[in-house]
């Protein structure tokens, strides 16, 4: 089955305690990206990536940080949590040779205390 | 400033009749836009698109129009079912960077 994967889906931490959340994609897509989503902002860009060991921000990456070593995977990597973080998280992938639409993750609802 | 705009928080129809969501933009880079839907607890899903070299796009039940010269577009859904209550999110993808912008979101809401 198709499928972006995210893990973990829930996460409580406290401020400061390094953390990621990873992201497997299985359709071998070249484009993948990490979303924000807050009430009435929408999901927000953090970072995205068009192949391996190509990343590139989007419009909300401060305190954040990516990789790409692999096609499959793009964790997303927070080296200092804080409160503003707090929010539910998505992981998309899509190729970028067939069309522009993306397919989501489940979502991660983080919490930064 | 946001450069996709729903300007709809939420939109209530009637079973059997249409539903029409709007989106406008102001970055003119933008060449591709889509429509996503969302239930809750569920990552978004992909609905229709559009390249902005066209000005209309149907899949089934789902319309969406493009309008460049306003910077706007509409999702048109005929006729609405009560499965099609969730939140519609516009997005578009910028050119010149390759990222996609989304819009705040409209929550439908289909009256049995």
């Known amino acids: 089955e198709a499928q972006v994967t995210q893990n973990p889906r829930y996460l409580i931490t406290v401020t400061g305690k390094k953390l990621t959340v990873t992201c497997s994609q299985n359709m071998n897509h070249e484009y993948m990206s990490w979303y924000r989503q807050d009430p009435g902002l929408g999901l927000r860009q953090i970072y995205y990536s068009m192949n391996v060991e190509v990343t590139d921000k989007g419009d909300v990456p401060e305190g954040y940080k990516v990789s790409r070593k692999e096609k499959r995977n793009f964790p997303l990597i927070l080296e200092s949590p804080s409160p503003n973080q707090t929010s539910l998280y998505f992981c998309?992938?899509?190729?970028?040779?067939?069309?522009?639409?993306?397919?989501f993750g489940p979502g991660t609802r983080l919490t930064v205390t | 400033d946001q450069q996709v705009k729903q300007n709809s928080p939420s939109l209530s129809v009637q079973e059997g009749r249409i539903s029409i969501l709007n989106c406008d933009y102001t970055n003119s880079m933008f060449d591709y836009f889509l429509w996503y839907k969302k239930y809750p607890a569920e990552g978004p899903t992909f609905l229709i698109s559009?390249?902005?070299?066209?000005d209309k796009n149907e899949d089934g039940r789902f319309t969406v129009f493009l309008n460049k010269s306003a910077k706007h577009l509409s999702l048109h859904i005929v006729p609405s079912q009560p499965g099609d209550s969730a939140v519609y999110f516009c997005a578009a993808r910028d050119n010149y960077g390759q990222n996609f912008v989304f819009g705040p979101g409209t929550r439908l809401s289909v009256l049995p």
């Open positions: 998309a992938s899509s190729s970028v040779t067939v069309s522009y639409e993306q397919y």
């Open positions: 559009i390249s902005s070299i066209k």
